[in-house]
């Protein structure tokens, strides 16, 4: 079945140091895939998505690109701030149905 | 746009006692919606599939006679834990699919559960 799988956290990071969190997907399709984020204590928030291959999703900062080669959709900021301190989501859906989550990536950025 | 809303967003209950949370799609239509559990430090899990006007579609292991998922209307479902025990305190989330997409959920804020 499809799958994600995501790089193990904790990540720290001091304030304005560049982010990547790696995030790898296994599908027999052609996935939409997404990044969301979960701050302490809320629900999910979408971040980005990109819908096919070599699209770049943005979004406050934030970028990923869907690489069909290597199946990949790595999220990357330039600069992080505190409050990007969060739990970090990637995921995939196929054909309207169900996402399916990787595991999660805390990030913790210190001033 | 695309903002979801739950009810409450914390309950705490007796044991043997049930509780209904409530998921609203505030400014869409939400054809599909869908209810994850997620344990703490943990990824969501997926407890059922709600199409509007159809019954929900549960995933194995989900008791359907414990939890029940109602989808009256096009903004409104609802989920409700019977007979909660302590083993059912968990933080659940709902999402909506918006009419005529199939991609992106938007999700909730959550519902804290414990139940003492």
């Known amino acids: 079945g499809d799958s994600v799988t995501q790089m193990e956290g904790p990540v720290t990071l001091s304030e304005e140091a560049f982010l990547t969190i790696n995030c790898t997907y296994t599908?027999?399709?052609?996935?939409?895939l997404f990044w969301y984020v979960q701050y302490p204590g809320e629900g999910l928030q979408l971040l980005l998505k990109a819908t096919k291959a070599d699209d770049k999703g943005s979004n406050k900062g934030f970028e990923a690109t869907y690489r069909k080669e290597t199946t990949s959709f790595h999220l990357e900021k330039g600069s992080v701030q505190v409050s990007d301190s969060a739990v970090y989501f990637c995921a995939l859906t196929q054909y309207g149905n169900k996402l399916v989550f990787g595991a999660g990536t805390i990030l913790r950025v210190k001033s | 746009g695309a903002v979801v809303s739950q009810h409450p967003s914390r309950v705490i209950c007796k044991s043997g006692t049930s509780v209904k949370i409530e998921c609203r799609s505030l400014d869409f239509q939400a054809t599909t919606m869908f209810w994850y559990r997620q344990f703490p430090k943990k990824s969501l899990m997926l407890m059922a599939t709600?199409?509007?006007?159809?019954?929900?579609?549960?995933e194995q292991g989900v008791e359907k006679d414990k939890f029940l998922i109602n989808h009256a209307s096009l903004t409104l479902s609802t989920l409700t834990v019977t007979s909660a025990h302590p083993e059912d305190s968990s933080f659940y989330i709902c999402s909506a699919r918006q009419r005529g997409t199939t991609d992106t959920q938007y999700f909730g804020p959550g519902t804290r559960l414990t139940v003492l």
């Open positions: 599908a027999t399709g052609y996935p939409s």
């Open positions: 709600s199409n509007e006007g159809s019954k929900a579609t549960y």
